[in-house]
């Protein structure tokens, strides 16, 4: 089971910061936190992922609170392209850990 | 980031017979491959996990001789359907790991449809 827990739908205007929300309470001290996204009938996409620090890339910022108990991906201005399923996911960083999928939120960007 | 390549995009069998699908880590080399099957509006479910040169280790109620996995080389693995039916039909995803960090990449995913 997941072990994630994120609002299913959200809607974000055309050029706005997006930021979405992830709990995860139950993280244990060696799990990273992973975003990806899904674009309808794709395969998911790496966003970022982090372990304690706030994290930042090319596509968007990780934020993760002291406790590591959540987090928030933020997209600092949104595109239509960024509209997508965004799961985000605890693992261990070890080679053959998978990825389990909750069931994301739908974002929804607008102009 | 690493790219995972998957073949064929899409393909249609006739019920009964087997189809294979190919998951190709391009750039570099993925010690350990997973399959996925993912329901239209529905999230990815995890099938299997197969590390190079060894069998496939299957998620419960996943059917180990109807899905044959195979992971010959560092660079490929294949999903095999076997005596297919229509309610195998789906969004059938392949993932790697072993590149930077051991983040996992996912190939483009391969529409299965039986008739």
């Known amino acids: 089971d997941a072990k994630t827990t994120q609002p299913t739908s959200m809607d974000c205007a055309e050029g706005r910061a997006a930021n979405l929300p992830c709990n995860h309470s139950?993280?244990?001290?060696?799990?990273?936190v992973y975003w990806y996204r899904q674009i309808h009938s794709q395969g998911p996409q790496y966003i970022i992922h982090g372990l304690k620090n706030n994290e930042t890339n090319e596509m968007a910022s990780l934020i993760i609170t002291e406790d590591r108990k959540s987090s928030t991906l933020i997209l600092p201005h949104a595109t239509l392209r960024d509209t997508a399923v965004y799961y985000c996911?605890?693992?261990?960083?070890?080679?053959?850990?998978?990825?389990?999928f909750g069931k994301g939120t739908t974002l929804s960007v607008s102009s | 980031g690493a790219v995972v390549s998957q073949h064929p995009s899409r393909v249609i069998c006739k019920s009964g017979t087997s189809v294979k699908i190919e998951c190709r880590s391009l750039?570099?080399?993925?010690?350990?491959m997973f399959w996925y099957r993912q329901f239209p509006k529905q999230s990815l479910m995890l099938m299997a996990t197969s590390n190079e040169g060894s069998k496939a280790t299957y998620e419960q109620g996943v059917e180990k001789d109807k899905f044959l996995i195979n992971h010959a080389s560092l660079t490929l693995s294949t999903l095999t359907v076997t005596s297919a039916h229509p309610e195998d039909s789906s969004f059938y995803i392949c993932?790697?790991?072993?590149?930077?960090?051991?983040?996992?990449?996912f190939g483009e995913g391969s529409w299965l449809t039986v008739v």
């Open positions: 993932s790697a790991s072993g590149g930077s960090g051991n983040t996992i990449y």
């Open positions: 139950t993280i244990s001290g060696n799990e990273y």
């Open positions: 996911i605890v693992r261990d960083n070890q080679a053959g850990t998978a990825l389990i």
């Open positions: 750039d570099f080399q993925a010690t350990t």
